[in-house]
């Protein structure tokens, strides 16, 4: 998606001793939002009354499709009129206006597009007449009545580092969005499990005597913690003797998204075939709750599975409990399950394979995925986590929420619903360049995924996230669509 004419007028930073331009804080940009009667009420009263006071004058105010003569035109009246950021004309989406007084241009203002919904304030300005009348400001009222009914939501007002502009633009804030425009030189370290090295464990065979008890709670009496959880299904695959004239059926939440993970490819192509339907030689179903959103025709096919003697496997590797839309857990139907807990608790490793119990001398033999040490020490933080699990997935809900708002007020569309009692092991959202917003996430310390093949991103939402971090992730994204983020002193870099 080509958001504006502009963007080719600015590139990235590069770090010079000869120029500082900081950036790298985390900021507040501001919006108005076209609704004349939401926005009216809560832009300050100076800016009302300079609207009022600019109506009382005879200026006339044209939308015009921003051609070269119109570009021209507005650099008459533009503070530099040699400003290189400027195109020579408009693109369809763009949006001009310009402001007359007994026929002479007084003012002007450009908005092209930042994100699917939303307009930025380019340029606005006028000339000495213009800006003793307020024309600026009516400029910009204007704007907001004129776009009523059509796509565009918001206009982003901007944001800046001097506090002059910035007190400006505040004026006209209604709703607000954090953003950061440059990597800081200490970057956070923002993972997609909540695991941080305070959560490290060293082993002291100690584990709580009513470990077993706890994790039986949650897991049921027959179960096996191995390292991973690819090793979960390397071993119910072997266990349920896939051979390679056999093939696995591969079901997933997102039924039109045809990439399967390696986690679990790599596993069944080792054993047998993986298909996406269930054929004559299927000797085994792995249905993906992806993200921890539920794959909401279970009940059917573990129906079409009992009808053929097929072995179902659910594949709860980023979450624990959440449900289905009639209540059902995730995990309890399949003759087995396999849960992630890095990508579910703050622990450093371990799977648990819920359905199958294998025997310490069982796995030496004949899995070789014994880790003794490594188990202890998962035991005892199941024991310190499991009873916290609750809040946990509350917490996950919010934060998958809040990026939510900030992502979907802005145009752009998630994939996947939180249902009642889901609890997201990531949120997934479609954008623009995603490849670049991928490696730009990476510069600033925050750990990604890409989903192909729908040009979407996975973000962090798990319970160790504090709002800030949120506000952070939000805001690297949003600073590579402002198109302010790379303008310099003196012009063009």
């Given at each position: 998606?080509?958001?504006?004419?502009?963007?080719?007028?600015?590139?990235?930073?590069?770090?010079?001793?000869?120029?500082?331009?900081?950036?790298?804080?985390?900021?507040?940009?501001?919006?108005?939002?076209?609704?004349?009667?939401?926005?009216?009420?809560?832009?300050?009263?100076?800016?009302?009354?300079?609207?009022?006071?600019?109506?009382?004058?005879?200026?006339?105010?044209?939308?015009?499709?921003?051609?070269?003569?119109?570009?021209?035109?507005?650099?008459?009246?533009?503070?530099?009129?040699?400003?290189?950021?400027?195109?020579?004309?408009?693109?369809?989406?763009?949006?001009?206006?310009?402001?007359?007084?007994n026929g002479e241009l007084i003012g002007g203002?450009?908005?092209?597009?930042?994100?699917?919904?939303?307009?930025?304030?380019?340029?606005?300005?006028?000339?000495?007449?213009?800006?003793?009348?307020?024309?600026?400001?009516?400029?910009?009222?204007?704007?907001?009545?004129?776009?009523?009914?059509?796509?565009?939501?918001?206009?982003?007002?901007?944001?800046?580092?001097?506090?002059?502009?910035?007190?400006?633009?505040?004026?006209?804030?209604?709703?607000?969005?954090?953003?950061?425009?440059?990597?800081?030189?200490?970057?956070?370290?923002?993972?997609?499990?909540?695991?941080?090295?305070?959560?490290?464990?060293?082993?002291?065979?100690?584990?709580?005597?009513?470990?077993?008890?706890?994790?039986?709670?949650?897991?049921?009496?027959?179960?096996?913690?191995?390292?991973?959880?690819?090793?979960?299904?390397?071993?119910?695959?072997?266990?349920?003797?896939?051979?390679?004239?056999?093939?696995?059926?591969?079901?997933?939440?997102f039924a039109g998204n045809e990439y399967i993970?390696?986690?679990?490819?790599?596993?069944?192509?080792?054993?047998?075939?993986?298909?996406?339907?269930?054929?004559?030689?299927?000797?085994?179903?792995?249905?993906?709750?992806?993200?921890?959103?539920?794959?909401?025709?279970?009940?059917?096919?573990?129906?079409?599975?009992?009808?053929?003697?097929?072995?179902?496997?659910?594949?709860?590797?980023?979450?624990?409990?959440?449900?289905?839309?009639?209540?059902?857990?995730?995990?309890?139907?399949?003759?087995?399950?396999?849960?992630?807990?890095?990508?579910?608790?703050?622990?450093?490793?371990?799977?648990?394979?819920?359905?199958?119990?294998?025997?310490?001398?069982?796995?030496?033999?004949?899995?070789?995925?014994?880790?003794?040490?490594?188990?202890?020490?998962?035991?005892?933080?199941?024991?310190?986590?499991?009873?916290?699990?609750e809040s946990y997935n509350l917490q996950r809900?919010?934060?998958?929420?809040?990026?939510?708002?900030?992502?979907?007020?802005?145009?752009?569309?998630?994939?996947?619903?939180?249902?009642?009692?889901?609890?997201?092991?990531?949120?997934?959202?479609?954008?623009?360049?995603?490849?670049?917003?991928?490696?730009?996430?990476?510069?600033?310390?925050?750990?990604?995924?890409?989903?192909?093949?729908?040009?979407?991103?996975?973000?962090?939402?798990?319970?160790?996230?504090?709002?800030?971090?949120?506000?952070?992730?939000?805001?690297?994204?949003?600073?590579?669509?402002?198109?302010?983020?790379?303008?310099?002193?003196?012009?063009?870099?």
């Amino acid at each position: 998606m080509k958001l504006s004419s502009f963007t080719a007028s600015f590139h990235e930073y590069e770090y010079s001793l000869e120029y500082y331009h900081g950036k790298d804080v985390l900021h507040e940009g501001s919006l108005l939002k076209i609704d004349p009667s939401y926005s009216w009420e809560r832009i300050n009263r100076k800016i009302r009354n300079k609207i009022r006071q600019a109506q009382k004058q005879d200026i006339g105010i044209r939308r015009v499709t921003g051609t070269a003569k119109d570009i021209a035109n507005f650099r008459t009246i533009w503070f530099d009129p040699d400003d290189e950021t400027l195109p020579v004309q408009l693109s369809d989406d763009e949006v001009m206006y310009l402001a007359y007084a007994n026929g002479e241009l007084i003012g002007g203002l450009i908005l092209t597009p930042s994100t699917p919904n939303t307009l930025y304030m380019h340029n606005l300005g006028g000339n000495e007449f213009a800006k003793r009348h307020n024309v600026p400001a009516l400029l910009l009222w204007h704007a907001v009545e004129d776009l009523v009914g059509t796509r565009w939501q918001y206009i982003d007002v901007g944001v800046s580092f001097r506090p002059t502009l910035y007190n400006f633009f505040k004026n006209w804030k209604v709703d607000s969005y954090p953003i950061i425009f440059s990597p800081p030189f200490i970057r956070p370290d923002i993972r997609l499990t909540p695991f941080t090295g305070r959560d490290i464990v060293r082993f002291n065979n100690d584990t709580p005597k009513q470990a077993d008890e706890i994790i039986a709670q949650y897991f049921g009496d027959t179960y096996t913690i191995l390292p991973r959880a690819i090793s979960c299904l390397q071993v119910v695959l072997k266990y349920l003797g896939i051979g390679k004239s056999d093939s696995v059926a591969v079901y997933k939440t997102f039924a039109g998204n045809e990439y399967i993970s390696g986690c679990v490819r790599t596993p069944i192509k080792q054993h047998g075939t993986m298909v996406r339907e269930i054929d004559d030689s299927t000797k085994a179903v792995v249905v993906i709750h992806e993200f921890g959103i539920p794959y909401e025709n279970l009940r059917e096919l573990k129906k079409r599975c009992e009808e053929k003697n097929i072995p179902l496997i659910e594949d709860c590797a980023w979450s624990y409990g959440s449900e289905l839309a009639d209540g059902t857990r995730i995990g309890s139907v399949g003759d087995y399950a396999i849960y992630s807990l890095p990508k579910i608790l703050p622990v450093q490793y371990g799977s648990v394979l819920v359905g199958l119990q294998v025997s310490d001398e069982d796995n030496w033999q004949n899995y070789q995925l014994l880790d003794f040490y490594k188990r202890e020490i998962v035991q005892k933080a199941l024991v310190e986590h499991l009873p916290r699990l609750e809040s946990y997935n509350l917490q996950r809900r919010k934060n998958w929420q809040t990026l939510s708002e900030w992502f979907v007020r802005d145009g752009f569309t998630e994939i996947g619903t939180l249902g009642k009692k889901v609890y997201p092991g990531a949120y997934i959202v479609k954008v623009p360049e995603y490849e670049d917003i991928f490696s730009r996430y990476e510069m600033f310390g925050v750990e990604t995924g890409r989903y192909y093949p729908d040009e979407a991103l996975f973000l962090p939402v798990h319970q160790s996230l504090a709002q800030n971090e949120l506000a952070y992730m939000y805001g690297v994204f949003r600073g590579k669509l402002n198109l302010c983020s790379n303008y310099q002193r003196g012009g063009k870099k």
